[in-house]
């Protein structure tokens, strides 16, 4: 896939992509621990998602995304937490950028978006 090059961020068009099933995320916190946890997106470009999240999450942290594709099938990708917004009361808006751009039809029916 293409690498991020620092020009790409704000020209993808986001797509909405709100998922509440099956995405997982997994974050290598900084000392060499990790977490997983469940995720509802709400937006998905060729760079990156968004995702609601219950608790922060550090910027620069590499993660990895798990998340089906049209077809069922999984897909596993890599990325780095570029920012983490407190919402309200626990509810963080979570932003990830990918290592390597992704299709996004597969994962959702392009002609409707």
């Known amino acids: 896939g ?6 790409n961020r704000r020209r993808d068009k986001r797509q909405r992509y709100r998922r509440t099933l099956r995405i997982m995320v997994r974050v290598e916190h900084p000392g060499g621990s ?3 946890f469940l995720v509802r997106s709400r937006d998905l470009s ?3 998602m968004g995702f609601l999240h219950g608790g922060f999450v550090y910027p620069q942290t590499n993660c990895t995304v798990v998340m089906p594709r049209q077809d069922g099938k999984l897909l596993s990708l890599q990325g780095t937490i570029v920012r983490c917004r407190l919402l309200q009361g626990r509810l963080h808006e979570v932003g990830v950028h990918f290592k390597e751009r992704v299709n996004l039809a597969d994962f959702m029916d392009m002609s409707a978006a």
Not at 2 to 7: A, I, R, Y
């Open 46 to 48: 060729e760079y990156g």
């Open 2 to 7: 293409e690498p991020f090059d620092g020009k």
């Open 34 to 36: 990790s977490s997983t």
